[in-house]
T-cell receptor, first 115, second 112 residues
Framework: GDSVTQMEGPVTLSEEAFLTINCTYT??????LFWYVQYPGEGLQLLLK?????DKGSNKGFEATYRKETTSFHLEKGSVQVSDSAVYFC??????????????FGKGTKLSVIP | NAGVTQTPKFRVLKTGQSMTLLCAQD?????MYWYRQDPGMGLRLIHY???????AKGEVPDGYNVSRLKKQNFLLGLESAAPSQTSVYFC???????????FGPGTRLLVL
């Protein structure tokens, strides 16, 4: 079945540091890929997405590129801020039409940014 | 436009008690979902609905029931709560199968 593996946390960075959170996936078809962010005490919000190979999703300074050859969708940001402290989830949506309607999530990576 | 709302925000139950969690969305979305979030497990799909009057099982449906009598509402029921159902429950909705899902703020449930 489909699965998502993302790097274990927690990750602690100083403000203005470079961020990479690795995400790799296994899927039978050609999934859409997502990064969701969960701020403390809140629900998940879509951060960015990509629907086909080589697409780059971007939002709020975060970027991720859909790499079919390495089955990866790594999240990057050039300069993190304290306000980026949150839990980040990589997820995929199976587009194979086989009737799978769910998002498959990774376990989440907690990011803490210190001033 | 409130998006996705969930009621209640927090609840404590004793083992064997029943309760219903309510999810409401005002975006006219066809698809609705219930997930549970447990530490180190990510989110796992409990049940989902592809339209009014329809429901289907997700990855972890045992011990839960759902109903979608109105398009805007999706109810999650626990008939006889167990400590293993202590979790944070999130509802989500989307306009279509492969569209972005929009999440509610969550319901924290503690079963003693």
């Amino acid at each position: 079945g489909d699965s998502v593996t993302q790097m274990e946390g927690p990750v602690t960075l100083s403000e203005e540091a470079f961020l990479t959170i690795n995400c790799t996936y296994t899927a039978t078809g050609y999934p859409s890929l997502f990064w969701y962010v969960q701020y403390p005490g809140e629900g998940l919000q879509l951060l960015l997405k990509a629907t086909k190979a080589d697409d780059k999703g971007s939002n709020k300074g975060f970027e991720a590129t859909y790499r079919k050859e390495t089955t990866s969708f790594h999240l990057e940001k050039g300069s993190v801020q304290v306000s980026d402290s949150a839990v980040y989830f990589c997820a995929l949506s199976d587009n194979s039409g086989a009737g799978s309607y769910q998002l498959t999530f990774g376990k989440g990576t907690k990011l803490s940014v210190i001033p | 436009n409130a998006g996705v709302t969930q009621t209640p925000k927090f609840r404590v139950l004793k083992t064997g008690q029943s309760m219903t969690l309510l999810c409401a969305q005002d975006m006219n979305h066809e698809y609705m979902y219930w997930y549970r979030q447990d530490p180190g497990m990510g989110l796992r799909l409990i049940h989902y609905s592809v339209g009014e009057g329809t429901t289907a099982k997700g990855e972890v449906p045992d011990g839960y029931n759902v109903s979608r009598l109105k398009k805007q509402n999706f109810l999650l029921g626990l008939e006889s709560a167990a400590p293993s159902q202590t979790s944070v429950y999130f509802c989500a909705s989307s306009p279509g199968q492969v569209e972005t899902q929009y999440f509610g703020p969550g319901t924290r449930l503690l079963v003693l």
